[in-house]
């Protein structure tokens, strides 16, 4: 069991579909990819990559597709698409995600911890304005598995020198909150419109609020404690 925590060390935010609104864009460059290759982008095939990372995605879209095409080079296409939906003002910020977390920054340690490869974390951190807030960025392409494995999480906490069971997470989407929880961590549900999150994400999640502006760690760490993985 994991010993109780006074407080939060640190805050970790999850990046598509909590601070910009990418995961429409995700999905849409993949049926795109998908077109040009004979086959439709259905549904089932975007819950089938919902949090994975480039080499587990990539691998899903080329085994879904029967291509003849390296998994590498379906991940850059599909990344650069991504990215270039960010240079050309596609990508919407999540409404009051920048503030909200320049006010968290300001009292904890923060760090991205996306599923997204590290490209589009520099897209998104550029169009957020929030370049040097962070204390860490991590992609899951650095570890072994994508959420909803804890691995992304563990790796962000590490970074900021704590341990995730010590720390909170803010996630839109279920594999994201199944990770935190897989971490040990405390997480915050704030469902994303575009995508809506899974009854199983509710159910996970420690506490679940209509928007980031809600979350206040402060207030939070006496609502609950840190626990250990599921």
Known sequence: MTELARHFDAVLFDMDGVLVDSERQWDEVRSAYAAAHGRPWTSEDQLAVMGANSPQWSEAIRQRLGADVPAERIAAEVVAGVVARFRSGAVAVVPGAPEAVRRIAAR?????????????????????????????????????????????????????????????????????????????????????????????????????????????????????????AA
């Open 108 to 228: 904890y340690p923060v760090a991205i911890a996306s599923s997204s490869p590290r490209e589009v974390i520099a897209a998104a951190l550029e169009l957020l304005g929030l370049e040097g807030v962070f204390g860490a960025t991590v992609s899951a392409d650095e570890v072994g598995l994508g959420k909803p494995a804890p691995d992304v999480y563990r790796l962000a906490a590490r970074r900021l020198g704590t341990d995730a069971e010590r720390c909170l997470v803010i996630e839109d989407s279920t594999n994201g909150v199944l990770a935190g929880r897989a971490a040990g961590a405390f997480v915050v549900l704030v469902p994303s419109e575009a995508v809506a999150p899974a009854a199983a994400a509710f159910e996970a999640a420690d506490l679940v609020v209509a928007h980031l502006r809600d979350v206040d760690p402060d207030r939070l760490w006496g609502s609950g404690s840190p626990r250990p």
